[in-house]
């Protein structure tokens, strides 16, 4: 124990002698050498003694020291193996009591050791502090400019121990050397948009609820002109009930029903009777549910809620100045195409459900029909002939024709499904219409009677429907909606050939 502290005390004093005489001779640069080593880890005397070892070379220097270190482990060991094998095999030693130096310098040695360690934590903390400022300042400055790549003042280590000390080294300036601490590095706040700048405002411009709240170079930046519609509810009450009759126009059940009602209420205003409506009952639910505008209408005339089911307008409520706009407005309605045109095909819905109902009705009427019938030809198999469809209101019916089947064939068909409908067809009540072809006209059945279907463009298939004509039709007046050859099916004829 003494020998080794002797030669401890001999390597100081060599390293200190060499030190002094490198400081003496310019040795600045082996200082550097020792700090470098120091850094990773190393002892400074042995850190002196390995430079000396390499000449000067600091990573087989840095490769020696881990050689010797894990040599020394393994030795240690090995030692202590030993020793403990003697201390079985033999008697144990009367201890010697007499004070000895050898604990002094052993506690001396351990704490300049402690100080040692304190001293390179220390430094670590510093040196992680001081890169922790550095990464925040670099993220402040990201997107300004590109940093070049940093070059490193040693050389890169090529070998094994040199890259294991240099990683120590490493691991001491982040602050993992020894108990120090690192500083954590916070990460860098990404910076994001709100969607609720894009999201509809309670308190938006132009429409009330219904406005778009947008960002200045949003939007209204680059389409000044669009501007978002209003809710009903913050129309006028005249703008409303304008606008609910117009979208009430192609539902003329609708119209009749509120007209009605409105009627009633102005002539009766204090009946209760007239200015409760009760949305269960089977009137309501055929005519007005889920007609578009018809309870906004009747909520413009100063109609509440009351409950889920019920509508109500008080008599204080009732304006007869809003009763005649709404009325108006209801007339309005009644003069427009669309509603005339689903006007005619109610009633015309009506009559065909009669007609197709008489036969349960009237034996007379079922024995027209099986006449009809008997004058067909035979249909032909599956997969041959012209696959006729024609549509009566909102039944389709299908039958398989010969190519060289008449038109009149087909008539008598069509008689089979009602006696009267050939008749009102011939006197252009109705009309019977090719929908294969466009514009949709009415084919003439008195000219193209005897024409098989074939001519008449019903090859090899025929999509018929029957409708209420109009006034031009029943006036025997050309349409005006012809176009030569704008008849479909193989070898038919021009379209001014069946008129």
Request: overall charge positive; aromatic content about 4%.
């Amino acid at each position: 124990m003494f020998k080794r502290f002797t030669d401890e005390m001999a390597g100081a004093a060599s390293a200190a002698t060499s030190g002094l005489r490198g400081f003496i001779n310019g040795g600045g640069e082996e200082e550097e050498k020792v700090r470098r080593l120091r850094g990773m880890g190393f002892d400074a005397a042995e850190a002196r003694h390995a430079l000396r070892s390499c000449d000067g070379d600091v990573e087989r220097a840095a490769e020696l020291l881990l050689l010797s270190r894990q040599g020394g482990g393994n030795a240690a060991g090995a030692g202590r193996g030993r020793a403990r094998g003697r201390d079985r095999a033999s008697p144990p030693r009367r201890a010697n009591t007499a004070p000895s130096g050898e604990d002094d310098v052993r506690r001396a040695m351990e704490a300049s050791r402690r100080d040692e360690e304190q001293r390179m934590v220390r430094e670590a903390q510093e040196a992680s502090m001081a890169a922790g400022a550095g990464a925040a300042t670099t993220t402040r400055t990201v997107g300004t400019k590109k940093k070049g790549k940093k070059k490193s003042a040693a050389a890169q280590p090529t070998t094994a121990a040199g890259r294991a000390a240099a990683k120590r080294a490493d691991e001491a300036a982040q602050g993992k050397f020894g108990t120090g601490k690192g500083v954590k590095k916070k990460p860098a706040a990404v910076k994001t948009q709100s969607f609720d700048s894009y999201l509809p405002s309670s308190s938006g411009g132009g429409g009330g609820g219904g406005g778009v709240r947008m960002k200045s170079n949003g939007l209204t930046a680059h389409h000044p002109n669009v501007k978002v519609p209003g809710q009903m509810k913050d129309k006028t009450k005249e703008e409303q009930i304008l606008r609910c009759a117009d979208r009430l126009s192609p539902h003329p059940a609708a119209v009749d029903t509120l007209y009605r009602a409105l009627t009633a209420v102005r002539d009766d205003p204090a009946n209760d009777r007239y200015r409760k409506v009760d949305k269960t009952t089977a009137g309501y639910v055929n005519t007005l549910k889920d007609r578009p505008g018809a309870e906004d209408m009747l909520l413009a005339m100063s109609f509440k809620k009351r409950g889920a089911n019920e509508l109500v307008l008080e008599r204080s409520m009732v304006d007869p100045a809003l009763l005649y706009l709404g009325i108006t407005a209801l007339e309005k309605a009644k003069a427009t195409e669309e509603y005339k045109d689903e006007k005619l095909k109610a009633a015309f819905a009506k009559e065909i459900k009669n007609i197709q109902l008489s036969a349960n009705d009237s034996e007379a009427e079922a024995v027209r029909r099986a006449e009809f019938m008997a004058k067909c030809p035979s249909e032909p198999k599956g997969g041959q002939g012209a696959l006729v469809q024609l549509t009566i209101a909102d039944q389709t019916v299908r039958r398989r024709f010969d190519g060289d089947d008449i038109f009149r064939d087909v008539l008598n068909w069509i008689g089979g499904h009602g006696s009267a409908i050939p008749n009102k067809i011939a006197s252009r009540e109705w009309c019977l219409v090719d929908l294969n072809r466009y514009p949709v006209v009415p084919i003439d059945t008195e000219k193209n009677i005897d024409k098989t279907l074939q001519f008449i463009g019903c090859w090899p298939s025929g999509k018929l429907e029957i409708r209420p004509s109009t006034d031009e039709w029943k006036q025997l007046k050309d349409t005006g909606g012809e176009v030569m050859g704008s008849s479909r099916g193989l070898g038919s004829a021009p379209t001014d050939e069946l008129h």
